[in-house]
């Protein structure tokens, strides 16, 4: 996760945390082959193996991403993967988000699959160009796309022109290529740093986590930027573009009588329209306590008390995160 320097991988677990590259490498989850876990009655059980899919039920399967409620993860087994032979990482401008968008949907759907395909709207730009993470994007840019391509040294060229092909065919108006390793160190330091530069916009700011289609990121940001202007609310969007996956910034001053309210009403009326575009209310923060209510935008009563079954199974005293979740019946 872009939490990287600061996150812990019993927090990855426990949140099947993704992140950039997970477009093409897949989440937590895909890469977990064992753990050991303290279970809430205190025993210590091992769960899994050192290879995939180990006999009988995938209890490592239904451990991850279970927000710390059926136990404590103590070790775990990851797969490792080669580190590719190649990397080129190119940032395309754009005049618009929408155009943007357009550019990853017609990527993924000519079958191509970049290590990542990340896009900051002008908010997000303003907001890290007057940090000390500033890569000089140009003033008053709408739209940043950063292309992530990674493999065999061989066929990195010839992808990244395809690619760059269908960006100008959107739109694109400038591309620069990263010049050095240090340069595309600094690209993808910039980017994952969007979340705290929102500091640099408003003292405060509420992160959500909704996934849409990919066809329908432009539809979907359209109503985020309505949600801001509804509540006076700056929401500035960072997002996992090739995953359909958007973290709207919605940035607010707590010391604003309201104003944190306004954000957290704000953030349910996004992920509500996340939900009605075909999508859902997280793609990798988990639930926690603030989208336990927005669990029944999803989820119906039955399915809320089958969750709730299977987490008693486990946890039968609530023990471990209680209150976190389950939304009160
Ligand atoms: C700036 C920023 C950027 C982020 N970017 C991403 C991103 O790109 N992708 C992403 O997926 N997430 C992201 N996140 C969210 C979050 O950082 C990740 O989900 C991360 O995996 C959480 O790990 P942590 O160690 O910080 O966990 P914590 O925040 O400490 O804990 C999260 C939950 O897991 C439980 N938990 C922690 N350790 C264990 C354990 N050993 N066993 C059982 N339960 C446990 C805790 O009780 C808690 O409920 C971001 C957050 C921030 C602040």
Redesign the pocket.
Known sequence: ????P???????????????H?LKYG??TNHVLGLT?VTPEGEVVRLGGKSLDAPGYDLVGL?VG????M????EVTVRLLRRPQGFKTVMALFDSVGQASDAVSGVVAAGMLPGALEIMDKKAIIAVERGPLRVGYPEGQEAVLLIDVDGLGAGLDAQVEAILKICREAGCTEVRPAKSPEERLKWWTNR?????AAGNLAPNYV?Q?GVIPRSKLTEVLAVVAEVGEKYGLTIANVF?AGDGNL?PLICYDEKVPGDTGKALKAGSEILAACVRAGGTIS????I?IEKMSDMKVVFSPDDLAVQRAVHDALDPRDL??PG?IFPAE
Request: aromatic content about 2%; charged content about 10%.
């Open positions: 996760p872009s939490s990287q600061v996150s812990t991988i019993g927090g990855n677990v426990a949140e099947n945390a993704g992140g950039a997970c989440v937590t876990l451990m279970s927000e710390g409620t136990g404590i993860v103590t994952k740093g969007a979340f705290g992160v986590d996992h973290h793609g990798e923060h988990g926690g471990c995160n976190k």
